[in-house]
T-cell receptor, first 113, second 110 residues
């Protein structure tokens, strides 16, 4: 089991460029999440997906779009990157139990210049 | 905000000592979870305590929950250098989404 995987690990973008962050889990989890973490801060929820085919906004959704491609994959797209989106992005998933324990990927470190 | 708030923000102790960090929250919870984040890595789930539990143990970890005070504490006994990390509490309020505070940054001095 690889758990939660994310690609790429690092990315540098210029302002205005677009990119998609990929996330996949092999634990048959229903729910998946995208967070961002800025220096000295906790994680803030960008979007989440409670099941295949559904997505909902989190605390900081502006400037992002998501796609729940299937049960395994949940991608995050930046259509027009801005320096304020420089951050570390984490994907997480949670399973069938009602305890909502989450499993995190290793993160993508994104810099927008 | 429904997030938990960890205290202290930073803690440095000698290896072998015990480390205690606290979490406070504002509304009734379903359960409360603690996570660890090593530098540059993703969060790792440590322990979950349900709202009807008062104490839970896992190896060198002990978590307590006081729902009347809306607070929880995480005790790490006999600390090791490898325990150096940030620790986050995540109260779960019944709507599935976790919210994270800014964490306690723990440094173990060899």
């Amino acid at each position: 089991n690889a758990g939660v995987t994310q690609t790429p690990k690092f990315q540098v973008l210029k302002t205005g460029q677009s990119m998609t962050l990929q996330c996949a889990q092999d634990m048959n989890h229903n729910s998946m999440y995208w967070y961002r973490q800025d220096p000295g801060m906790g994680l803030r929820l960008i979007y989440y997906s409670a099941s295949e085919g559904t997505t909902d906004k989190g605390e900081v959704p502006n400037g992002y779009n998501v796609s729940r491609l299937n049960k395994r994959e949940f991608s995050l797209r930046l259509e027009s990157a801005a320096p304020s989106q420089t951050s570390v992005y984490f994907c997480a998933s949670s399973g069938l139990s009602k305890s909502y324990e989450q499993y995190f990927g290793p993160g993508t470190r994104l810099t927008v210049t | 905000s429904q997030q938990g708030e960890e205290d202290p923000q930073a803690l440095s102790i000698q290896e072998g000592e015990n480390a205690t960090m606290n979490c406070s929250y504002k509304t009734s919870i379903n359960n409360l979870q603690w996570y660890r984040q090593n530098s540059g890595r993703g969060l790792v789930h440590l322990i979950l305590i349900r709202s009807n539990e008062r104490e839970k143990h896992s190896g060198r970890l002990r978590v307590t929950l006081d729902t009347s005070k809306k607070s929880s504490s995480l005790l790490i006994t006999a600390s090791r250098a490898a325990d150096t990390a940030s620790y986050f509490c995540a109260p779960v309020f019944g709507n599935e989404k976790l919210t994270f505070g800014t964490g306690t940054r723990l440094t173990i001095i060899p």
